[in-house]
C-alpha cells in the first residue's frame, strides 16, 4: 500500500507513555472441536485507547503533494524512528571508542579493510589472554581472527588490535578492488564467560539469514569476509517450515468476488494466510491444532471439511474476501489500507465455523514497540503459530512465520563502566504475494494479531 496521508498527531505524543490497544475474541461456548461449532458465535473485548478524535487518514492528491508535504506529515513517525534506533547508534559509537565484548572460548572473525595480509600488533592486558590470525581469500578483505583462550573473572581487559596495511603491495589491492589503507585500530573488551548472554555454544562460525533471488530461504554459514564486529551466532525459530506456508495473493479489482475497485488488500490475505496455515496444521497432525479444523470449509463457506489449498483458487477468494469486508478495508486508488483497529473484526470469519480464538495488539498511533514485537515472537517461540505483523503506517501486514536474534556485548563508560548487550533481531515474512519476495525484515511493528486453538 503507498503512503497514506496522517493528519492530526503532535510530537508531544511520543513524550507520553503509549498504552497498548487490545482486543479479544472470545466463542460462547467451549468446544472439544470444531464438529461443535455449527452454531459457534463469539464476543469481542477491546481495551486501550482508541484512534484520536482529529486523527484523518487519507490519500495524496499526487506525486508533488506527497513530496512537499512528506516532512511535516511524517514528522512524528521519523522522530520515533529517530528514538527507535539511538540506542543502538550510541552502542556503536561506544564499541569504536571502549571496545566490544570477546568472551572466553568464543572465537570472532572480524572483516579488515582491504585484502592480503597485512601486520597486526595486539596490545594491552587482553593481549595475552587471546589467540589470533589473519585469514586471507582471493579477493576478499581480509579477516582478523581472534580466539579467546582465557579471561579473569570479574574483570575486564583491554586489548587493541593495530593494523598496519603498509605491507600490503598497493598495485595488488587496486587490482583487487580498487581500496587502499594504511593503518586501522580497533579496540575490545576481553570478558569472562557470559552469564546473561543466550549461547548456542557453536564457534567460529557466525551464521545469517541469507534469502536467494527466488524469495526461498536458506540458512547458510557466511563468508568469513562478510563479518564485522563481535556479534554472537545467530539464533533461529521457526513456526512450521516453509512448505506449510499458504501462498496467498490479494485479489485484483473486479476479479472472482472482489467487486470493489481496488486490490482486496493485505490485512484480509494475511488473516487467511494465518487461518489457512492453522487449518492445514489440523489436516497434518499437529496436535495443537487438530481440533481446529474448521478453520476452512468447502469452497471458503462453512459447509463440510476441506483442507486449505497452498495457492490461491475459488475458495480461497471467497475465504479471503469475506475477511477483507468484515475488516473493513478501503480503496485508496488501486490500494485496499485496513485500520489496525478493525483488524480483530476478521474473528466474524469464525462464526459458524471454528473455536478458534482470536487477539490483536497495537499501538493506536502506528509507532512500533518492543512489546508488540514480543507478541509476535511469542507465537512463533512459544506456540509454533505464526503472527499477523505491521509494517509501515497502513504499509503492509505481512504473515511473520520465523524469528531470529543475536546479541553483541559493549563495554560503557561513564563515570564508572559496566558492560551492556545490544540485539538484533529480524522476522521472516510471508508477504502474501503469492511466494514472492518472502524473506526477513527487522523485528520491528506497531501490530500484532494472534490465533489460539
Known sequence: TP???VSGLTMDMLDKEQELSSSEWTPNKETQSDDEAGDIDGTVTESGPTPPENLTLEGWDS??????????????????????AAEDWETDKLAREYGEGLFKGKSYDISLLIPGTPQVQMSGEGAGYIDFEIVSESGQPAVLRIHVKDAKPGEALELIATIDYATINAASVNNAMGLSASQETITFTVLDTPTTVPSNGTLNNIYLPLVNSGGQPQVSTASVAA?????????YFWAGSHNDQRLYNQIERHTGPNTSGCWSGCGGTAWAMLFGWADKQAASGNSY??????LYRQNGGKGSDAVAPRNMDSGVQNMTW???????????????PTNPWDMDNASNYFSGRTGTRLSTHYNVLGIHEDRLRNYAR????????PAVIGTGWLTHYPLAYGYAWRSRTVRKC???CWNETEYNRSFYVNQGWGGSDNGWVTASTWFAGEIRP
Open 3 to 5: 503512503l497514506i496521508k
Open 63 to 84: 506525486w508533488q503533494e506527497l513530496k512537499k508535504g512528506y516532512g511535516e506529515t511524517y514528522a512524528v513517525f521519523i522522530e520515533a524512528l529517530k528514538r527507535e
Open 227 to 235: 563479518i564485522n564486529g563481535a556479534w554472537s551466532d545467530w539464533h
Open 289 to 294: 491444532w487438530a481440533a481446529r479444523w474448521g
Open 322 to 336: 469475506e475477511i477483507r469486508n468484515d475488516v473493513g478495508t478501503w480503496c485508496w486508488g488501486n490500494s485496499g
Open 378 to 385: 511469542d507465537s512463533i517461540v512459544d506456540r509454533n503459530t
Open 414 to 416: 561513564f563515570i564508572w
